[in-house]
């Protein structure tokens, strides 16, 4: 079996969730206020801040594992460890945040992921002290065995992001399916004021789910599905968050700027996808902007 087939088949395991459900219980208590969590989400940034920020423990020990193999350089290391050490705490919170927002099969293999790195932090760390006392044999065998570990574990994270799509934006996926012509919604009239409604687009062989909110003469069409992990925003609900008017999803209370489909609160980070409408006659006809056409 392949490593992808072994990561599936622990995504399966439902005997983890006793032990994951109270850490992720934990984590959220712990990641308050919300301003806080949006912070560590990149809700402000309009992309996950998580795998921009591991970008550095990974790339300082990956660094260090090139320089400890020149002798002259490795004192140079030993600074990029401490980096890398240093930098997986704001890592580890971005990853956590993430992680306590995500389906199960993507929480079981995140806890797999944190295991691991915490194993690989803790090898550093080692190396860090084992340095610092003059052995330098033993330190440059603990960080490499870090990294060794470090590697295995950002395959775990990819997997998550690409296989279990933990890290797209599930509203710019239906778009893709949805016709760039326009879309009759039927008349102004039939839509509710103030809350979210069904509508449908052509997409390929299946309906893509709208969602229409109407504000006086006013009507906001997004896809239906949240770009966090593809809750049903026609089911949601319209509140201030901010001072902005959103459009809120009903799975984890994701808010999207009704104007402009940006996120105002997490946990997601990615937009939600807005179409562009006018009316014909007194019915909302809506289609994709040309950026998606």
């Given at each position: 079996?392949?490593?992808?087939g072994?990561?599936?088949?622990?995504?399966?395991?439902?005997?983890?969730?006793?032990?994951?459900?109270?850490?992720?219980?934990?984590?959220?208590?712990?990641?308050?206020?919300?301003?806080?969590?949006?912070?560590?989400?990149?809700t402000?940034?309009?992309?996950?801040?998580?795998?921009?920020?591991v970008?550095?423990?990974?790339?300082s020990?990956?660094?260090?594992?090139?320089?400890?193999a020149?002798?002259?350089?490795r004192?140079a290391?030993?600074?990029?460890?401490g980096?890398g050490?240093?930098?997986?705490?704001?890592?580890?919170l971005?990853?956590?945040?993430?992680w306590?927002?995500?389906d199960?099969?993507v929480?079981?293999?995140?806890?797999l992921?944190?295991?691991?790195?915490?194993?690989a932090?803790?090898?550093?760390?080692g190396?860090?002290?084992?340095?610092?006392?003059?052995?330098?044999?033993?330190?440059?065998?603990?960080?490499?065995a870090?990294?060794?570990?470090?590697?295995?574990?950002?395959?775990?994270?990819g997997h998550?992001?690409?296989?279990?799509?933990?890290g797209?934006s599930?509203?710019a996926?239906?778009?893709?399916?949805?016709?760039?012509d326009?879309?009759d919604?039927?008349?102004?009239?039939?839509?509710?004021?103030g809350?979210p409604?069904l509508?449908t687009?052509?997409?390929?062989?299946?309906?893509?789910?709208l969602?229409?909110?109407?504000?006086?003469?006013?009507?906001?069409?997004?896809?239906?599905a949240?770009?966090?992990?593809a809750?049903?925003l026609?089911?949601?609900?319209?509140?201030e968050?901010?001072?902005?008017?959103?459009?809120?999803?009903?799975?984890?209370?994701s808010?999207?700027?009704?104007?402009?489909?940006?996120?105002?609160r997490?946990?997601?980070a990615?937009p939600?996808?807005?179409?562009e409408?006018?009316m014909?006659?007194?019915?909302?006809?809506a289609r994709?902007?040309?950026?998606?056409?």
């Amino acid at each position: 079996m392949s490593l992808m087939g072994i990561l599936d088949r622990v995504a399966d395991v439902q005997t983890f969730d006793k032990v994951i459900e109270p850490a992720r219980r934990a984590v959220n208590a712990a990641l308050r206020p919300q301003a806080v969590k949006d912070l560590l989400h990149g809700t402000w940034l309009g992309h996950s801040l998580h795998p921009v920020v591991v970008q550095v423990p990974v790339g300082s020990w990956i660094s260090a594992g090139l320089l400890d193999a020149i002798p002259p350089l490795r004192p140079a290391a030993t600074v990029l460890i401490g980096t890398g050490v240093a930098a997986a705490v704001p890592a580890s919170l971005t990853g956590a945040a993430d992680w306590s927002e995500q389906d199960a099969g993507v929480r079981r293999l995140g806890a797999l992921h944190a295991v691991a790195n915490s194993a690989a932090l803790g090898l550093y760390v080692g190396s860090l002290v084992a340095r610092s006392k003059g052995r330098g044999t033993l330190g440059r065998v603990l960080s490499y065995a870090g990294l060794g570990i470090a590697s295995g574990s950002a395959a775990i994270g990819g997997h998550m992001s690409y296989a279990q799509s933990s890290g797209v934006s599930h509203s710019a996926t239906a778009a893709r399916a949805l016709t760039s012509d326009w879309i009759d919604l039927g008349p102004l009239d039939d839509l509710p004021e103030g809350r979210p409604a069904l509508r449908t687009g052509p997409g390929g062989s299946v309906a893509v789910p709208l969602a229409a909110v109407r504000r006086g003469t006013t009507v906001d069409v997004f896809i239906g599905a949240c770009s966090h992990l593809a809750g049903p925003l026609y089911e949601g609900r319209v509140e201030e968050v901010r001072g902005r008017d959103c459009l809120v999803c009903p799975w984890h209370s994701s808010a999207f700027d009704l104007d402009s489909g940006s996120p105002r609160r997490g946990p997601a980070a990615s937009p939600q996808e807005k179409l562009e409408v006018r009316m014909e006659a007194g019915r909302v006809m809506a289609r994709l902007p040309g950026r998606n056409r």
